[in-house]
């Protein structure tokens, strides 16, 4: 079997699909990139390979219990990444925020201060 980088996403699944949806997924799907079906389609035949494997891949339960713990963990990964940009857009709005607040305030003491030294 070769790599397949993500089962659940090259056959467009979900994590619990049950092994006659996958075998159903993959009938429907594979009619779509057969070689004998698109002859003048180079990758045609790299992409009936890719849902063949991934459709051995998660009918194996090793192979199964693996993808799962790898998608989940790029899942989790990403999830993390995306926390982390917001985060740090939050922190300099924030920041900005902050920013004008101290500028409005100073200028808000520099007229009071004009004002109550002007007789």
């Not at 992409?47 to 899942?75: I, M, N, S, V, Y």
């Amino acid at each position: 079997m070769a790599f397949v980088s993500c089962p659940f996403l090259a056959l467009g699944v979900a994590w619990d699909v049950e092994a006659n949806a996958v075998e159903s997924v993959w009938r429907r799907r594979s009619r779509d990139c057969h070689p004998d079906k698109r002859p003048d389609d180079p990758l045609a035949k790299a992409k009936f390979q890719g849902l063949t494997d991934a459709r051995d891949c998660l009918l194996d339960p090793r192979h199964r219990a693996a993808a799962l713990a790898a998608a989940k963990a790029a899942t989790a990964e990403a999830a993390s990444r995306a926390a982390n940009a917001v985060g740090r857009k939050v922190g300099r709005v924030a920041t900005r925020a902050a920013t004008a607040a101290a500028a409005a305030a100073a200028a808000a003491t520099a007229t009071a201060t004009r004002r109550a030294g002007a007789p």
